[in-house]
Structure formats: C-alpha cells, structure tokens
C-alpha cells in the first residue's frame, strides 16, 4: 500500500506570497494518478490539480502543479486571502496524505 | 452539471450498521467511479472504498475490507455506502464523490453525512 506524507504540516505565510507544498510516496506513482484537493472549514473538498499538473475546471493559473516519481509539488505563485485552507494529495484516487495547513502568518 | 447529493444526518448505536446514499445527476451516472471518504472531526481525509456503476465491482481500502459494502443503483443513479459494527472512532462525515473524466481524481463531491456513533 502506497502511503503519502505530506510537508510541511503547517506553513504560515503572508497574502501574495508563494507557497510550496510537498507530498511524498512511499513507491513511486505514476503522474497521471497524482491530484491535490483544497480544503475549506465546513466544506467538503475541492479538486485543483490532477495528472499531477493538469488544473481542474475553474482553477485558476496560480496554482500549480509538478512532479514525479515519488516527489510532487503544489504551488501557490500569489497567496489570495481564500487560499488560506487546508491541502491534501491523493494518488490513484484512493489515499491521501495527511494535509498541509496553509494559514495566514 | 454534476450533482451529488447524500442523505440526512444519522445517530447510531455502537454495534449497529449506517447506510448513507449519494444520488447523483447530471453526466452519466454508470461510467464514472463513485468513491466514499470520510472525515472523522479535525482530522484528515480518509478513502474508504469505490465502486463503477456499470461493472457493479467495488475496491475496498483495507482498513475497511469486511466492514463496508459500497453498491450503485443505475436505475435510480444512487450510490450506497453500508458501514457495520460501527464504533465511536466511525464518527465522521462521510463524502462521496466522482471521478472527474478519465483520470481517477475525485472532481465532484456530495455535501457530506454525518454519522455519529454513541451510546
């Protein structure tokens, strides 16, 4: 079973600032099964990135997404104030990885 | 465009069984997977299983294997998530959600269910 971890747990930064949040697997993944998920308290997830790279309908072009293997990565490029939430990444559709806490420093 | 929407809240007893309903519109119901994930409170996302309409096959996390069963109605484009023996660590709002085109990412979700168990 592939495990995911995700790094930092929390990452306190500033609105415009970039965010790099990291994810990890256990044996490598294939790119195409990679996705990250966004979030918000009260809410229920919402899918940004799949493919590893690809941006899900509506996202918009600062958030980003790179990697392979076993080492992936979201980019925020410019903090937006309704970034501040909680980031997971799931691979082939079934485990996730712990989450990434993005708050407001 | 695609919609899920789950059943009510549910309070259940240790011990006893919950069966939660994802009726979906929109799209084609058959040929895209349904998952369940839950989300016990502050804590993280947890995949439980899936299933594909059309194949009427589910895949079970293995944590869950022997403790959920996962069907789809095609008649009526509803999904169902059985899940027995429940204890206390099984209160959490439970999700579904869809795959979103050909890759297996889950691009559409129910508003979740919560599910509480206590004596």
């Known amino acids: 079973e592939i495990v995911l971890t995700q790094s930092p747990g929390t990452l306190s930064l500033s609105p415009g600032e970039r965010a790099t949040l990291s994810c990890r697997a256990s044996?490598?993944?294939?790119?195409?099964?990679l996705a990250w998920y966004q979030q918000k308290p009260g809410q229920a997830p919402r899918l940004l990135i799949y493919?590893?790279?690809s941006r899900a309908t509506g996202i918009p072009d600062r958030f980003s997404g790179s990697g392979s293997g076993t080492d992936f990565t979201l980019t925020i490029s410019r903090l937006e104030p309704e970034d501040f939430a909680v980031y997971y990444c799931q691979q082939y559709g079934s485990s996730f990885g712990p989450g990434t806490k993005v708050d407001i420093k | 465009q695609v919609q899920l929407v789950q059943s009510g809240a549910e309070v259940k007893k240790p011990g006893s069984s919950v069966k939660v309903s994802c009726k979906a519109s929109g799209g084609t119901f058959s040929s895209y997977a349904i998952s369940w994930v839950r989300q016990a409170p502050g804590q993280g996302l947890e995949w439980m299983g899936r299933i594909i309409p059309i194949l009427g096959i589910a895949n079970y996390a293995q944590k869950f294997q022997g403790r959920v069963t996962i069907t789809a109605d095609k008649s009526t484009s509803t999904a169902y998530m059985e899940l027995s023996s429940l204890r206390s660590e099984d209160t959490a709002v439970y999700y579904c959600?869809?795959?979103?085109?050909?890759?297996?990412?889950?691009?559409?979700w129910g508003q979740g269910t919560l599910v509480t168990v206590s004596s």
């Open positions: 493919g590893a790279s």
């Open positions: 959600a869809r795959q979103y085109s050909s890759s297996w990412s889950l691009g559409y």
């Open positions: 044996q490598s993944v294939s790119s195409s099964y």
